[in-house]
């Protein structure tokens, strides 16, 4: 299933066209390669060598044409890798109706760099670990993506102009990043029990459905009129009900002790919708299992009131699934978006003229892990994608393939294969609101996340060589 939880290295700002090397090239098909870690392009790799090389290696950068821009804790930023990406950035902007400036566009990416670099060493500090299995096995994807064994994958990074060893550094530094940012964004996805209800509750209101209680009560009433004094009284005498009812009280004799004159056996209101109860004591016993009672007296114009929940039946929830299947691009310096928005559309139209299969074309070009399955997403329910991918499959009927959509992925292709309504259970629907929930937190959570780390890097800024 495609992940809500991955950001990748490449830029956030838009990606200009570059001049193209073909499908054949590595540089493309390395897309997807690293559990969703941007491609390196070969002359992202020459850049990356010194960027990540030693400070005392500086000397030799400048004999070479490049220079540090900056240093990040122990980690360095070229110039080259800064005009790699603003290249790509002008070439971009052009299409935009009020381009930023070059200066603009530089400082931007200057300090997505330096982000980048104050991540990894953050990884490196915690104790982040890439083993040289994980990278074996992801050149091996890469190999196997590219139907080529390994050996001739080495053929193909030296004929670029690829070390391999500095591919497989930078492959590395990649994964390092996609698991710190992860975990850590991971950990601070916090969904409280209160914003699970509110969720269920606002789906079950857009569907006009409501839950169930039974709410037993004893009610202490107030004459009308009644003085200060005397409702107080009245107050204190609940709240001594209340007491007695937690430390195990018959709730049904003590009802019967608050009110002698009622003629009701029990305290029990029966299974009622919401609908059909006080909107306070609603309110009261919604975060209640049953059994439990409501920690505070209520007080209503009849009097004051103890609560305890003793059944509830929840709405049967019912939700829309989507089974789908895509195509996924990843911009990256030999793939701009806009190329990859192309190419999904000449996909697109091959397919609606009965030229090639959605996932035969899936399993060829897709830079997601679901590509070896024809794109198969299997079942989702709301949430489970990020929202420009759900909108744009709801916007879909079945068999349908959508326009080229962005998110932060890459560039997606969709085609809804099955759509169809399910009841879930209890445990279902806690489990999708807090699947949507997460979605909704995360951006925001990573961008404090990554402030946080800025903040506690050592950043200098040099200028360039006189």
């Known amino acids: 299933m495609l992940p809500t939880q991955v950001f990748h290295l490449s830029s956030e700002l838009p990606c200009p066209a570059r ?12 897309l997807g390669a690293l559990l969703g870690a941007a491609v390196i392009s070969p002359s992202a790799v020459l850049a990356q060598a010194g960027a990540t090389a030693s400070p005392s290696s500086a000397d030799n950068l400048r004999r070479g044409g490049d220079f540090i821009v900056a240093v990040v804790n122990q980690e360095l930023v070229t110039n080259a890798e800064v005009q790699l990406r603003l290249a790509r950035a002008v070439e971009d902007s ?40 994980d990278i074996d096995r992801a050149v091996n994807n890469v190999a196997a993506q590219n139907q080529i064994t390994t050996t001739q994958l080495r053929d193909r990074l030296r004929a ?15 994964m390092l990043l996609e698991r710190v940012r992860e975990r850590e964004v991971q950990s601070r996805l916090r969904v409280s029990d209160t ?23 004893i009610l202490v009433p107030v004459p009308e009129g009644a003085s200060i004094a005397e409702a107080a009284e009245r107050r204190s005498v ?56 409501a920690p505070q007296v209520l007080r209503t114009g009849a009097g004051f009131h ?4 003793v059944e509830r039946k ?20 030999e793939l701009s978006p806009e190329l990859a928005m192309r190419r999904l559309a000449a996909y697109k139209r091959e397919v609606e003229a009965g030229k090639a299969r959605f996932d035969d074309l899936a399993r060829r070009f897709s830079d997601d892990g679901s590509a070896a399955g024809g794109g198969d ?27 080229p959509l962005m998110s932060r992925f890459g560039v997606h292709l969709i085609q809804l294969i099955e759509r169809r309504k399910v009841m879930l259970d209890a445990r279902e629907q806690r489990e999708a609101a807090r699947t949507a929930l997460r979605e909704q937190k995360y951006d925001e959570a990573y961008n404090d996340w990554a402030r946080e780390v800025r903040a506690r890097a050592y950043v200098e800024l040099r200028e360039p060589p006189q």
């Open 238 to 293: 609940a709240i001594k009900l209340l007491q007695r009812a937690h430390a195990g009280g018959d709730f049904n004799a003590l009802a019967r002790e608050a009110a002698p004159g009622s003629k009701e056996r029990s305290a029990e209101l029966g299974l009622k919708p919401a609908s059909r109860l006080p909107d306070l004591f609603v309110e009261a016993v919604k975060p209640l299992k049953a059994g439990e009672l």
């Open 94 to 133: 052009r299409q935009s109706r009020r381009p930023p400036s070059r200066e603009e566009l530089q400082r931007q990416l200057l300090d997505q760099l330096i982000d980048e670099r104050a991540q990894l060493s953050y990884a490196r500090d915690t104790g982040t670990r890439v083993d040289e299995p």
């Open 377 to 403: 997403l299997g079942w989702a329910g709301p949430g489970q994608f990020v929202p420009e991918f759900e909108q744009a499959l709801g916007d879909l009927e079945p068999g349908g393939i959508s326009a």
């Open 160 to 174: 670029e102009g690829m070390d391999y060893g500095r591919f497989r550094s930078n492959l590395r530094d990649q």
């Open 314 to 333: 929840d709405a049967g929830l019912t939700i829309t699934q989507n089974h789908a299947r895509h195509i996924l691009l990843r911009p990256n310096n």
């Open 19 to 30: 001049p193209q090397r073909g499908h054949g090239t590595l540089a493309v098909a390395l």
């Open 195 to 217: 914003e699970i209800e509110n969720w269920l509750q606002g789906e079950r209101d857009k569907a006009g459905l409501a839950n169930e209680y039974n709410i037993a009560q």
């Open 306 to 309: 103890v609560l305890k929940l």
